[in-house]
Nanobody, 126 residues
C-alpha cells in the first residue's frame, strides 16, 4: 500500500525559502509520476509541479523559475524547493503519486493521482 508523508511547511516572510519533503513508502520511484498540488482557502486544487520517472519535470507558470522539484531515490523522498516566496503562494501543499506513467497533459490533473499526502501548510506574509 502506497503511503505519502508531507512535511516542511512553515510560516515565512515574502522573499523567503522553504523546502518541502514527501517520504513515500510502498511506491516505486522507477515508474509512474509524482508531483505537487496546492489548495488555498476557498479555492480549488492547483497543480504546482510534477516529476516523472524518466526525470522530466514540469511547473505551473505561477511558480516557474522559483520552485524546483527533485527526487532522492535512496531516501524514497520527493522534494519541492521553493524560493522567492510570495503571499499568493500561501496554501496547503500536497504530494501526489501515480503508479503508472501519465501523458504530458494528464500530469497536471489531480484526478490522475490516486495517492495523496496529508498536506503541509505554507504561509507567506508580506
Amino acid at each position: 500500500q502506497v503511503h505519502l508523508v508531507d512535511s516542511g511547511g512553515d510560516s515565512v516572510q515574502s522573499g523567503g525559502s522553504l523546502r518541502l519533503s514527501c517520504v513515500a513508502s510502498g511506491y516505486s520511484f522507477s515508474s509512474g509520476c509524482m508531483g505537487w498540488f496546492r489548495q488555498a482557502p476557498g479555492k480549488g486544487r492547483e497543480w504546482v509541479a510534477f516529476f516523472n520517472s524518466d526525470g522530466s519535470t514540469g511547473y505551473a507558470d505561477s511558480v516557474q523559475g522559483r520552485f524546483t522539484t527533485s527526487q532522492d531515490n535512496a531516501k524514497n523522498t520527493l522534494y519541492l524547493q521553493m524560493n522567492s516566496l510570495k503571499p499568493e503562494d500561501t496554501a496547503m501543499y500536497y504530494c501526489v503519486a501515480a503508479a503508472r506513467s501519465l501523458s504530458w497533459w494528464a500530469r497536471r490533473l489531480p484526478t490522475q493521482y490516486p495517492y495523496w499526502g496529508q498536506g503541509t501548510q505554507v504561509t507567506v506574509s508580506s
